[in-house]
């Protein structure tokens, strides 16, 4: 669409453009009767619903989500972008930053799901406040290396010989 606004202004030398992110009253009225294209929401379903298939691709990696679970995902987080890239994005963000499936389970319900842009930010501030984020992620980074460092020395069969010691 942008290219063909291009091209019409390269082909008559009087042609302006304006482009502006969000209708303004005060703008529109000084365009006076300017030729208007408005962008409305569904305009942008497709391209929100793309990005958001290509994020639930990442999450399907780290939850192994079923095909028609990853579908119905695209479908609630694209409806309720309603044309924002900014808030399809930031639902994107908080669902790849979950580190369990359970934890993925909890984001996606209904009533957790941010609705708007206010709730999403209110979400991410919830989660920063509470701090659980960084505490299970301390604790599952601390299993693991609780794993690596025993996986690291290799019981002999001679430790088994020694008497254990108790205290």
Same mark, same amino acid.
């Given at each position: 669409? #942008?290219?063909?606004?291009?091209?019409?202004?390269?082909?008559?030398?009087?042609?302006?453009?304006? =482009?502006?992110? %969000?209708? /303004?009253?005060?703008?529109?009225?000084?365009?006076?009767?300017?030729?208007?294209?408005?962008? %409305?929401?569904?305009? #942008? /379903?497709?391209?929100?619903?793309?990005?958001?298939?290509?994020?639930?691709?990442?999450?399907?990696?780290?939850?192994?989500?079923?095909? /028609?679970?990853?579908?119905?995902?695209?479908? /609630?987080?694209?409806? %309720?972008?309603?044309?924002?890239? #900014?808030?399809?994005?930031?639902?994107?963000?908080?669902? #790849?930053?979950?580190?369990?499936?359970?934890?993925?389970?909890?984001?996606?319900?209904?009533?957790? =799901?941010?609705?708007?842009?206010?709730?999403?930010?209110?979400?991410?501030?919830?989660?920063?406040?509470?701090?659980?984020?960084?505490?299970? %992620?301390?604790?599952?980074?601390?299993?693991?290396?609780?794993?690596?460092?025993?996986?690291?020395?290799?019981?002999?069969?001679?430790?088994?010989?020694?008497?254990?010691?108790?205290?």
């Amino acid at each position: 669409m #942008l290219h063909r606004l291009l091209g019409a202004s390269k082909a008559k030398s009087n042609v302006q453009m304006f =482009l502006a992110s %969000r209708k /303004e009253t005060d703008i529109g009225k000084s365009m006076g009767s300017a030729n208007r294209l408005e962008i %409305r929401p569904f305009h #942008l /379903e497709k391209d929100i619903s793309s990005y958001v298939r290509v994020q639930v691709g990442a999450l399907e990696k780290r939850f192994d989500l079923p095909t /028609e679970r990853q579908k119905r995902i695209v479908t /609630e987080i694209t409806m %309720r972008a309603h044309g924002m890239f #900014l808030l399809a994005r930031l639902i994107m963000d908080n669902l #790849l930053d979950q580190i369990c499936h359970e934890d993925l389970e909890e984001e996606l319900r209904s009533e957790i =799901l941010p609705k708007g842009i206010n709730q999403a930010y209110a979400r991410i501030l919830f989660r920063m406040q509470k701090g659980e984020h960084s505490t299970r %992620r301390w604790e599952i980074s601390k299993l693991g290396l609780d794993i690596l460092t025993m996986i690291k020395r290799p019981i002999k069969n001679m430790k088994y010989k020694q008497p254990f010691l108790s205290a």
